[in-house]
Structures are given as C-alpha cells and as structure tokens.
C-alpha cells in the first residue's frame, strides 16, 4: 500500500467526519446518516492501516477520531436504579439459568464426593488419628465442643459479615479463575468438599452428625449452592478458551466473561443472605426443626427465582451479558 496516496485519496472523508462530530447535536437526518456512513468507512480505513502499513501518528489519529464517532452513534448511558433493577430480575437469574447444565452437576458430584470423604473418615479410626490427637478430637466433637461453639464465637454481626467476606472472595476466585483450564477451580471445590467432609466424619464418628447437620443445614445449602454456581460457571469459562463453539474464541470469551463478572455481583448478594443465616440464625437459640426450616426456605426461594424469573428471561433471548452499547464492539469491516 502507497500510504501517501491512500491518505490523500481518503483524507476529505476523515476531515468532513471531523467536521460532522465537532457540530454535535445541530446535524440534520442527512447528515446524521453521513456521519455513520463515514464512521463504517473510517473504521474500515483504520483497520486496514493497522494491518498494512502502520504508521502511529495517523493511526492515533484515526483511532481517536473512530473512538469519538462510535460515542457520537451509539451515545452514552449512565447507569441507574433500572438497570440494576433489570439485572437482578433478568440478567443475573438468566445467566444462572442458563448455566446450570454446569453447575448442577458439579453440585451433585461435589456433595458426593463430601459424602465419601464424611464414610471414609467417619469408619476408619486410624484416619482420625492422622487428623488430631485423640483429646483434640474430642475436643471439637463433645457437647460444647469447637464445632458448636464456632458460630457464637464472635458478636452475630461481624461473624456474618466476615463468613460473607470469605465466601464472596472464595465464589470470585471460582469464577476468575476458571480461565485457566479449570484446574484452580477444581482445586478450590476439592479443599470445600475436603472440609465438609472431615466435619461429617468426625461428628459421625462421634455420634453426633444430627447436631453437625443442625448447624450446618441452615445456611449451607444457600451457602453452597452458591458457590457451586460460581464454581460451575467458571469451569464453564474455561472450557471456552478449550472449545469456543461456532464463535471466535476470543468473542466467546470476553461473552462468557461478562456474563461472570456479572454473575460475581449477584451471588455476592446470595452470599450475603447465607452469611445472615449463618450469623444470626445458625447460633441462635431456635429449634433445630426451625433453623433447618429457614435454610430450605431460603434454598427454595433461591431455585425459584433462578427457574422461574431467569427461565422466563433465558428464554426471551436474555443472557446475562452486558447490553450492547456498553461492549467492545468489533471495528466494521468492508464488504
């Protein structure tokens, strides 16, 4: 490419473009149409300078004035109570919905797995011994013990608000992480799921796994839906970078990883309800046909909203990634 001729050949088309975005709102409808059409073109000369015959000044040039024109055509939008409230009721549940061909099975495989860890410890005395001392475990077994005594350790409030911190940054890391391949993810569900299980070993052990499960029931299963949510939508991350279906991987990234980011947001709220739950219900003095009781409701209240509202907008096309104007939209490229 002869960049001198090319740019004298196009330049009156950067210059009245320049002039068209400077006018602002005072456009008539012709002209409007104008600015667009020069917009495409701009971008098309843009892209072509970049991959055949760069040269900084100019591209600076034409990258800001293709910046100022894309602003100018697709206008700017500020956020506002709407937008999020169309998030909450559309595009979050949406984006769980229509995720759960991932998470679903990773909640019934890693409680499985919780469950063998929980008989594998609970029936094997030596494999106790390798975890604690004997008065250790009896320690945190007994009536009184660490394990009950573990919720009402600290005032309600910042209990609650420290479990919310710890499990938000553990549902995030799920969801970030999964990029690479999915390894750290199945990592983070396994030291879960190892957790979960040597509690319901050694309390069943001891004899006590009703009390274990009383306390555990009732903010555990939003707790760990939750976090199987973001553990599932970031396995599913990273089996886009593997295997992008019909789109270009890049593009199917940067769409699955919205839509994460944005996943990240609402179940930092579902993880907040948990953390209240685990806070002020969990230690709290009622029964434990109650405290369990609140934990299903919740877990309920949570499945519906996911199935009905985020049914309804998967349906309606709606998939938890941000709105078009707020993307980056690829450069238009000739016909």
């Not at 796994?209 to 009732?218: A, C, I, K, Q, R």
Request: proline share 5%; hydrophobic share 50%.
């Amino acid at each position: 490419m002869d960049l001198d001729v090319y740019v004298s050949a196009h330049r009156p088309e950067w210059d009245r473009l320049d002039h068209l975005l400077r006018r602002g709102r005072r456009l008539t409808g012709a002209e409007a149409d104008e600015l667009v059409a020069l917009y495409q073109r701009t971008a098309t000369h843009l892209s072509l300078l970049q991959s055949s015959a760069p040269d900084p000044v100019l591209t600076a040039r034409l990258t800001q004035l293709v910046a100022r024109a894309r602003a100018t055509v697709t206008g700017t939008r500020r956020a506002s109570w709407r937008d999020a409230a169309a998030f909450l009721t559309s595009g979050f549940p949406a984006a769980v919905y229509r995720s759960r061909h991932w998470w679903i099975p990773t909640a019934v495989l890693s409680t499985l797995l919780a469950a063998i860890i929980g008989w594998w410890i609970g029936t094997h005395p030596e494999v106790q011994s390798s975890i604690a001392a004997p008065d250790e475990l009896r320690r945190l077994t007994r009536p009184g013990g660490e394990y009950e005594t573990y919720y009402s350790s600290h005032p309600a409030a910042s209990f609650a608000a420290q479990v919310w911190t710890n499990n938000a940054q553990a549902a995030a890391m799920c969801l970030v992480l999964g990029a690479f391949l999915c390894v750290p993810v199945l990592w983070i569900l396994f030291l879960n799921m190892l957790n979960l299980g040597v509690g319901l070993g050694l309390m069943s052990s001891a004899g006590r796994l009703d009390t274990f499960l009383g306390l555990v029931l009732p903010h555990g299963l939003l707790e760990l839906t939750a976090v199987f949510v973001a553990a599932g939508t970031g396995l599913r991350l990273g089996w886009t970078l593997i295997d992008p279906g019909p789109l270009p991987r890049r593009t199917a990234l940067a769409q699955q990883g919205r839509a994460a980011l944005g996943m990240a947001l609402g179940l930092a709220l579902v993880l907040f309800v948990s953390g209240l739950i685990e806070g002020f219900v969990t230690p709290s003095g009622l029964p434990t046909w109650a405290r369990i009781a609140i934990g299903i409701t919740a877990e309920l209240a949570f499945l519906l909203y996911v199935y009905v509202l985020g049914g309804r907008a998967a349906r309606a096309g709606e998939t938890g990634d941000v709105e078009s104007p707020d993307r980056s939209a690829d450069l238009p490229t000739a016909a």
